[in-house]
């Protein structure tokens, strides 16, 4: 009960949402946009509460005129398997949902027609949040099959390729099928925005998960995953090879013969405390 009391203190409504709220009653279409920020509500809820299961820091869930999204103050350091549960909690609600409004169909307790409504609503926010771009929840799930075997950096830039590609598509579709579909066309511009800031800003966001790598837990590295570097590699080259869910014994190598040896958790001392960000990974095992 503390949980879920804590979990809605968390939730912030935008803005513009009390615009969209007076204009639905206006128009008489406020019991379909109830069902609608009911449903967003219940999908954001499902990752707040999967998030709060394993602890997670949890910034707030928010609900927007298009859609909903709970952010999280985590910086790519939990495990991977975690880290699916809590993305796939969002669309999970969707199958009880549509199970439970079926329930009361047979019962005569829910009408047909509003039936037909919320389950349009559910089918379209379970496709929609599937789709293959970043932030939407298939979008982090292509991020976390590309973890599974790519350094942090690279499997990042492949989803957000990945994502503009899949976003473009989307975008060609909706101009042949549906071009004066205005609601539409906010998500896409929503969707390109919040896109074009992730790819801007993808220097600070790696920095950002070895940051924490450093400073944060380091028990949920349970795979151990050497690096080979050459001696004349820079500290940073070696850093970009860093992957989600591994822990990195460093390997220095001259000439094919292994020099030395160096820990993770030297590299990141080397980087952000003594802030050598120019040394080859060799100057460091005179350190070490």
């Given at each position: 009960m503390n949980k879920t009391i804590n979990l809605l203190r968390h939730v912030e409504i935008h803005p513009l949402l009390w615009i969209i709220i007076a204009l639905s009653i206006a128009t008489a279409h406020f019991l379909e946009l109830c069902l609608l920020l009911g449903i967003i509500?219940?999908?954001e809820m499902g990752h707040a509460s999967a998030a709060s299961f394993f602890s997670w820091r949890i910034k707030k869930i928010t609900l927007h005129p298009f859609g909903g999204v709970a952010e999280m103050d985590e910086h790519g350091n939990r495990p991977l398997k975690e880290e699916a549960i809590v993305v796939l909690a969002g669309p999970f609600q969707h199958v009880w949902m549509v199970a439970a409004a079926y329930l009361l169909l047979s019962l005569s307790w829910l009408p047909n027609e509003l039936f037909q409504t919320f389950l349009y609503y559910n089918l379209m926010i379970f496709i929609f949040n599937?789709?293959?771009?970043w932030p939407l929840d298939g979008g982090k799930l292509v991020f976390l099959f590309f973890s599974l075997k790519k350094a942090f950096p690279e499997a990042h830039r492949l989803t957000l390729m990945i994502?503009?590609?899949s976003l473009g598509c989307f975008a060609i579709f909706i101009l042949i099928a549906a071009p004066m579909h205005i609601n539409v066309w906010v998500v896409i511009a929503f969707l390109f925005f919040s896109l074009y800031?992730?790819?801007k800003q993808r220097r600070f966001i790696f920095m950002r998960f070895l940051l924490e790598r450093y400073y944060g837990k380091k028990s949920d590295l349970?795979?151990?995953k050497p690096i080979q570097a050459n001696e004349k590699d820079l500290l940073i080259e070696v850093l970009e090879k860093f992957q989600r869910g591994c822990k990195h014994p460093?390997?220095?190598e001259s000439g094919g013969k292994e020099q030395g040896r160096l820990d993770e958790n030297e590299l990141l001392h080397a980087f952000f405390s003594e802030k050598r960000l120019s040394d080859k990974i060799s100057d460091l095992l005179i350190l070490f």
């Amino acid at each position: 009960m503390n949980k879920t009391i804590n979990l809605l203190r968390h939730v912030e409504i935008h803005p513009l949402l009390w615009i969209i709220i007076a204009l639905s009653i206006a128009t008489a279409h406020f019991l379909e946009l109830c069902l609608l920020l009911g449903i967003i509500f219940i999908h954001e809820m499902g990752h707040a509460s999967a998030a709060s299961f394993f602890s997670w820091r949890i910034k707030k869930i928010t609900l927007h005129p298009f859609g909903g999204v709970a952010e999280m103050d985590e910086h790519g350091n939990r495990p991977l398997k975690e880290e699916a549960i809590v993305v796939l909690a969002g669309p999970f609600q969707h199958v009880w949902m549509v199970a439970a409004a079926y329930l009361l169909l047979s019962l005569s307790w829910l009408p047909n027609e509003l039936f037909q409504t919320f389950l349009y609503y559910n089918l379209m926010i379970f496709i929609f949040n599937l789709f293959p771009i970043w932030p939407l929840d298939g979008g982090k799930l292509v991020f976390l099959f590309f973890s599974l075997k790519k350094a942090f950096p690279e499997a990042h830039r492949l989803t957000l390729m990945i994502s503009f590609l899949s976003l473009g598509c989307f975008a060609i579709f909706i101009l042949i099928a549906a071009p004066m579909h205005i609601n539409v066309w906010v998500v896409i511009a929503f969707l390109f925005f919040s896109l074009y800031h992730e790819w801007k800003q993808r220097r600070f966001i790696f920095m950002r998960f070895l940051l924490e790598r450093y400073y944060g837990k380091k028990s949920d590295l349970n795979q151990l995953k050497p690096i080979q570097a050459n001696e004349k590699d820079l500290l940073i080259e070696v850093l970009e090879k860093f992957q989600r869910g591994c822990k990195h014994p460093i390997i220095i190598e001259s000439g094919g013969k292994e020099q030395g040896r160096l820990d993770e958790n030297e590299l990141l001392h080397a980087f952000f405390s003594e802030k050598r960000l120019s040394d080859k990974i060799s100057d460091l095992l005179i350190l070490f």
